[in-house]
Structures are given as C-alpha cells and as structure tokens.
C-alpha cells in the first residue's frame, strides 16, 4: 500500500516513509529531531495571526522548516503542519527516543540543552553542576512544571506565557510563581519534547 501523502505546499508533502521538500526527497528513518512551534501575533491585544512552523532536523544535521501564517488565508496548511507533525511524531518515536536511551547505557547521561540526565533519574543543570535533583521525588512531591504562565501588575509587568518551558524546582511550585524567585532547574523543552517527556515521566510514581 502506498503511503498516504499529507500535503503541506505544491512541492512539499510528508508521508509515513518520506519527507519532501522544496523537490527534495528525505528518508524518515533518517529524522533525528522534530519540532512545532505556535505563535500566536497581536497588536494592543488584538489577535493579527499566528504562525505554525515545524522544524525537522535529520542525521548529519540537516534541517528543513515547514512553516504557515495567518490562519485566514492558509488554514488548510496550519491544519496539515499539524498533522504532518502528528503522523512523523509517531512513526519516528523509537528511533527518536534510542538516540538519547544509547547515550545512557554507553555514557551513564545524556544532556539535553543546558541539562544533564542521568540513568539514576537525577538531572543537572549544567551551568550550576553542584545541583541534581531527583525526578522522582520531584514527581511525587509536585514540583514539575510543564509550561508557564504569569500575571502582570498592570503598571511594570505584563503577563504572558512559555508552552515550552519546564521547571523542576527545589520546593513545591505555587501558581504564577516569579522567575526570578524560582530556585531549581528550568529549561526550554521544544525539540524532541514527546522523547524528554516520557523519558521524565518513567521515573513518576507509578
């Protein structure tokens, strides 16, 4: 059977076995990294747009981006990028997920970013290596953070948002909690985010 073909532009398509691009042909069993990123654009507070980009970064480093913008006029292709990213994220999954697991039988760690797994399920952040905490205990005692929101003062600060962002911290995180009072190990998690978080949640209470 012939593998059904997601169509992001006139030259650029996914399938389950194959990724084209701008008229050049990728393997999918090459793909080493994926990435979706939304955007969401506005102008004293009045949506403009949004952007839908997905990155795919494949052994030997090459990278291609798949991108869409403003919804009103590329609807269909927002809604593609999306699926293409759905179908690649699961047929890419095991081999995406042996790249970080073969780091850790053969070097006991593997970093991702500025931070440092290791087999024991403590992570490190690289910038301060004299702090490692538990996932486990952090699981148990809720002090993971997948995203983060915060509220502005309406004078200084304004709110917003990071989907990306994941905060392990030292002592149970509150709502809206400050940055600059956050004391444990955060991280910007968009490449490969599906991997990292089931390699982090392998180690919550079961």
């Not at 913008?69 to 042996?98: D, G, Y």
């Not at 087999?119 to 004299?130: F, H, N």
């Not at 955060?186 to 490449?191: G, L």
Request: aromatic share 10%.
């Amino acid at each position: 059977m012939v593998p059904q073909k997601i169509q992001i532009s006139s030259n650029s398509w996914v399938s389950s076995d194959a990724v084209m691009h701008k008229g050049i042909t990728h393997t999918v069993a090459q793909i080493a990294g994926l990435k979706l990123l939304r955007q969401q654009g506005s102008t004293n507070g009045i949506p403009t747009g949004s952007l839908t980009e997905m990155i795919i970064r494949f052994d030997g480093g090459t990278h291609i981006r798949m991108l869409a913008w403003m919804p009103l006029f590329h609807k269909a292709r927002h809604e593609n990028i999306a699926k293409a990213f759905e179908l690649l994220s699961k047929v890419t999954f095991q081999k995406r997920c042996s790249l970080y697991l073969d780091e850790w039988k053969r070097a006991g760690f593997f970093d991702y970013g500025k931070v440092r797994f290791y087999s024991d399920g403590t992570i490190q952040d690289l910038k301060k290596p004299a702090k490692r905490i538990s996932l486990h205990r952090a699981w148990l005692e809720g002090r993971v953070s997948l995203g983060r929101s915060w509220g502005g003062d309406g004078v200084l600060m304004s709110g917003g948002s990071d989907d990306y962002v994941i905060d392990v911290s030292d002592e149970p995180l509150k709502p809206n909690f400050w940055t600059l009072l956050f004391k444990g190990i955060s991280f910007s998690c968009c490449e490969n985010r599906d991997v990292i978080l089931a390699i982090m949640r392998s180690f919550s209470p079961k």
